[in-house]
């Protein structure tokens, strides 16, 4: 220590950065980049590595949008949102699911990335013990951990079609002793359903046992042969988790919403004022746009079904027979093990090769995920048939078939 420094103070050498933040990446925005740089150098690349819808946001919205530039100060809103569009929301639950949902108890955030941070906070001390499916969606259990809380997690396989059962619930709950349960449905990066009667067992158990339910909603909508059931319409206790990203097409104006017990309003208010004050304004009111493109969402819709189609057909004839159920979202999550151990490696190569961008596994399943990769089918027609038959056409995939 030199004469003059403080007792106590390290050294500037020593400094690091907070134990907290050492969390894996995001590997899909890696992908991402990785796609970006190539790109830039003239190479054609096809996207199937993100879950980000290929059009745009509804007209609507744009036009509600336009309309306030010229009219609105856009500056900070109440904490919990605009009030239409908190009133809009909670309609939105009657006409969809036949649920009375009251509008208070409706919180505007920035994106379910927001949600999912201020739902931890209000829910969970450090040390909790949340468990979660995998595989899943990465970011869960990356904040999870930033926040110091622990992420057991229930590993769902075909046999459980890709979703928790009440079994491996309550088996973990006997080993480790659980706070909470999150579930998603459609799943990232399954794309698979559950059943409503398993939604209803695995919120009655939480709700028995005092244990916080999370249900991540926000691939609602995005279903193909059958509605999906939100945890609202089986348990009062639910905290409910929702987006205008896919849907609603609308990622990057970053506004999703939570839909909490009367108990929890004022505690995630009082978070969202110190966090982030509010959800941007000029996203809320692009957002109340949104409701009213219905047709021009059911043709997006319509669109990604078709894409579905298209890869359900061409991925097993390219050598990746064993697939997800793909109920909802907009995602095939397959079985590559015949080709590979390394999905990140094959990731990598079909990038390079071919021109096509996938996202590996390992993202949403640390233990078994190098033997899967992720397709994204929200891009146009015309970009998921050239990607289908640029991998069809790969000699790697030719020569081991």
């Known amino acids: 220590m030199t004469s003059n420094q403080a007792p106590g103070r390290k050294d500037a050498r020593t400094r690091a950065p907070a134990r907290r933040s050492d969390i894996a990446s995001f590997i899909v925005m890696d992908v991402m980049h990785a796609a970006a ?19 745009p946001a509804p007209e609507a919205a744009l036009a509600r949008v336009k309309s306030a530039l010229h009219s ?31 509008q208070s108890r409706v919180i505007v955030c920035t994106g379910s990335s927001a949600a999912f941070l201020l739902t931890f906070l209000a829910l969970f001390d450090a040390g909790a013990r949340v468990a979660l499916p995998s595989p899943g969606y990465p970011c869960y259990r990356h904040i999870l951990s930033a926040l110091g809380c622990a ?5 769902t396989s075909p046999e459980t079609r890709w979703m928790p059962t009440l079994d491996q619930l309550a088996a973990l709950d006997r080993d480790v002793g659980l706070d909470g349960l999150l579930i ?17 067992e695995l919120a009655g158990y939480c709700d028995d046992r ?22 609202l319409s089986v348990s009062g206790n639910a905290v409910v988790i929702n987006s205008f990203s896919k849907y609603h ?18 505690t995630i208010e009082r978070l969202q004022q110190n966090f982030f004050i509010s959800a941007p304004a000029v996203s809320q009111i692009a957002a109340l746009g949104a409701f009213e493109a219905h047709d021009e969402l059911e043709r997006n819709r319509e669109t990604y079904a078709k894409n579905r189609t298209l890869l359900l057909d061409a991925l097993p004839k390219a050598g990746f027979t064993a697939l997800a159920p793909a109920d909802g979202a907009f995602y095939l999550y397959a079985d590559v093990s015949r080709f590979t151990h390394d999905a990140r490696s094959f990731a990598t190569d079909m990038l390079n090769e071919i021109g ?20 994204s089918y929200a891009g146009t027609e015309a970009d998921i048939a050239e990607g289908a038959r640029r991998i069809a056409d790969w000699p790697r995939l030719r020569t081991a078939r």
């Open 356 to 375: 096509v961008a996938v996202t590996p596994g390992l993202d949403f399943d640390e233990a078994r995920g190098n033997q899967f990769l992720r397709f």
């Open 37 to 55: 740089v190539l790109e830039a150098q003239g190479r054609s690349i096809i996207h199937m590595e993100v879950g980000q819808p290929g059009t």
């Open 72 to 102: 609105e100060t856009l500056g900070y809103t109440a904490a919990l949102g605009i009030g239409d569009l908190r009133r809009r929301i909670a309609r939105y639950y009657g006409e969809r699911y036949n649920v009375d949902v009251d």
């Open 184 to 200: 998603a449905s459609p799943a990232n990066p399954t794309g698979t359903m559950i059943e409503p009667e398993r939604l209803r």
């Open 210 to 231: 005092g244990l916080w339910f999370v249900s991540d909603e926000i691939y609602h909508g995005l279903t193909y042969e059958k509605a999906a059931t939100t945890a």
């Open 249 to 266: 097409a609308m990622t990057g104006w970053r506004v999703g919403w939570l839909v909490v017990p009367p108990s929890l309003v004022r």
């Open 151 to 155: 992420s057991p997690l229930i590993e």
